[in-house]
């Protein structure tokens, strides 16, 4: 930890949080915000026998922020860091770092506004922004003005309009991390596709992967947008592997739906002489270094639920990811070397 670029602002990160009830904190992906920070404030005296807890918007990146921690601390989840995600907790009396989900957080606040186990609430990756993520910020800004004023608040993120959020706590003081990420390639597709030919996107996937096979050594991130189009790529690719007589290559699926064991498959380094092709949605944006990853392939999509008015109920829609979710992805290829980004628009679609 002690290599991590966001340990040179630790100590104007705990100065502030003894003189501020608000702090806003902008840290670039790979600085160590999401494991280094929450640890780093055990020792402070405001927590006092109290507990931090710290929002992270996915299922599989609580769970692997909670396991890390306890990685760097020399315990087992569930002793001073545990976690609470849906239909799932590891934790105990004497955790003092607890990692929730977004809608964990929420019921929380509702059953007991003064969330009296905590003396701090930690939102990681707020860029994501939902529904959940913004109620839970506005509770516990009601909880501080009116029952709970020792009650501390970080807002923590890679691509946040840090001015904006500060704005909406009141002026908070905002502390920006250096990172570390390493320099990476990127290429564009010289043909425009449009998202809603899936016969061509699935193509360009699919020999964008075989280039990746021949010219690139290291494992490889695929970002698609939902589970249909990573089986589907999965099989594709098993396919050409078993016609090329190719064996030493790893193909993982990772998706919210997936078991604990299928999900740690794919985040764990790979057997020795074995290559891994990791096939992601959203869910691996961020929170999540994925060992070992140097080339990023992405798609441009993503999948996500939206209101319907005329209908009254949520469903399913395809679009086109941000330039902030564009530049998270290529940061995967270069948490821990110099890598490649192939992304699958043109460079006149990323102006847009």
Not at 26 to 35: E, N, V
Not at 145 to 154: A, P, S, V, Y
Not at 264 to 279: E, G
Not at 309 to 334: C, E, H, K, V, W
Request: glycine content about 4%.
């Amino acid at each position: 930890m002690t290599k991590l670029p966001i340990v040179d602002v630790l100590p104007e990160i705990k100065d502030t949080l003894c003189r501020h009830s608000r702090v806003v904190l902008q840290a670039p992906p790979g600085a160590g915000k999401t494991t280094a920070v929450p640890i780093a404030l055990l020792d402070q005296p405001w927590l006092g026998d109290k507990q931090i807890i710290m929002l992270e918007p996915r299922r599989l990146a609580a769970r692997n922020a909670a396991a890390r921690m306890a990685y760097l601390l020399d315990e087992k989840v569930g002793e001073t860091v545990g976690y609470q995600i849906r239909q799932d907790s590891c934790f105990s009396r004497q955790t003092r770092i607890l990692v929730v989900t977004e809608g964990i957080l929420t019921r929380r606040l509702q059953a007991d506004p003064e969330l009296g186990p905590a003396a701090r609430v930690i939102f990681d990756e707020f860029h994501e922004r939902s529904l959940h993520a913004d109620l839970s910020l506005a509770l516990c800004l009601q909880s501080q003005q009116i029952i709970r004023d020792d009650l501390k608040l970080l807002v923590m993120s890679a691509t946040l309009n840090s001015h904006a959020i500060s704005a909406l706590l009141d002026d908070a003081p905002v502390i920006q991390s250096e990172g570390r990420c390493y320099p990476v390639d990127i290429s564009y597709s010289e043909s425009p596709i449009a998202p809603s030919d899936r016969h061509a996107l699935s193509r360009a996937l699919l020999n964008t992967v075989k280039r990746v096979i021949h010219e690139q050594q290291g494992n490889c991130l695929v970002f698609l947008p939902g589970v249909k189009e990573i089986n589907q790529l999965a099989c594709s690719i098993t396919h050409y592997l078993d016609d090329a007589s190719i064996d030493n290559i790893l193909v993982a699926p990772l998706h919210g739906s997936l078991n604990k064991q299928q999900q740690d498959r794919a985040i764990s380094p790979p057997p020795a002489d074995t290559r891994k092709i990791v096939l992601a949605t959203n869910i691996a944006e961020t929170s999540l270094t994925i060992e070992g990853i140097d080339c990023v392939i992405d798609s441009g999509l993503e999948r996500i639920l939206d209101y319907d008015p005329s209908s009254a109920m949520n469903r399913l829609i395809t679009r086109a990811i941000s330039q902030d979710s564009a530049d998270q992805r290529s940061g995967r290829a270069g948490r821990l070397s110099a890598g490649t980004c192939y992304r699958l628009w043109s460079t006149s679609q990323q102006q847009r």
